[in-house]
């Protein structure tokens, strides 16, 4: 059973809930991918059966296409917000943590073409997966976060959050008009440009801020 945990391996007293995860977040991702800018933000739930540590490696299904890799800065929510507004946030991160959205590239595809929901391709069991998560008050600068991913040695991603078309201010009043967030919420915050397929065997090697963590990828029982 998973459980939100702090960077010394104590549990956090904080009920895992959902993950709300922001699409095309970063230009250049979003151009990758064949996106153009929107009015609103594009968001999307993961239900708590998604949420898994690195601990176990990188968990991929079996038979359902690529899967792709996208390296996220995670923000835990420690206070309920419901069409919060900025004073509201003060207070409203735990903390900080290294995250991989796991995404069925091809369901995803054919999902857009049909003009579907992303379900099927974003909520998935182990398609959040998550590292320790560390105190916010640890992080000098939301507005200034270092991603990094590298695939068996090569770097695939590098970005910095003053990439974001919307900072973290933005995306957390904008999330909480649409949906309730809770005490134990996850909030992804998009991925910068280079995501690709995963096989298993791969070995990443992932930073976000001061988070460094080396994983391997393998298939899901």
Known sequence: MYQHV???????????????????????HMQEMGGAPVKQAVLFNKPPSAFVSFDNGVAIPKGLGAVHYEL?????????????????????????????????????????????????????????????FKPITCL?????????????????????????IRTIEMLLIEASQCFSLQAGDVLLTGTPAGVGPLEAGDKLALTVADIELETEVVISE
């Open 72 to 132: 996220e800065l995670a923000l835990l929510i420690s206070k309920p917000l419901k069409n919060a507004s900025k004073a509201e946030l003060n207070d409203a991160v735990w903390g900080y943590a290294a995250a991989l959205d796991l995404t069925l590239r091809d369901i995803q595809l054919e999902l857009k073409q049909r003009g579907h929901p992303w379900e099927r391709a974003k909520a998935f069991d182990q398609s959040c997966v998550l590292s320790a």
């Open 140 to 164: 000098s600068e939301l507005a200034d976060v270092s991603l990094q991913l590298k695939q068996n040695g090569a770097v695939k991603q590098q970005g910095s959050s003053q990439q974001m």
């Open 6 to 28: 702090d960077n010394e391996g104590n549990a956090i007293p904080l009920r895992p809930s959902k993950a709300v995860c922001v699409g095309q977040n970063y230009v250049a």
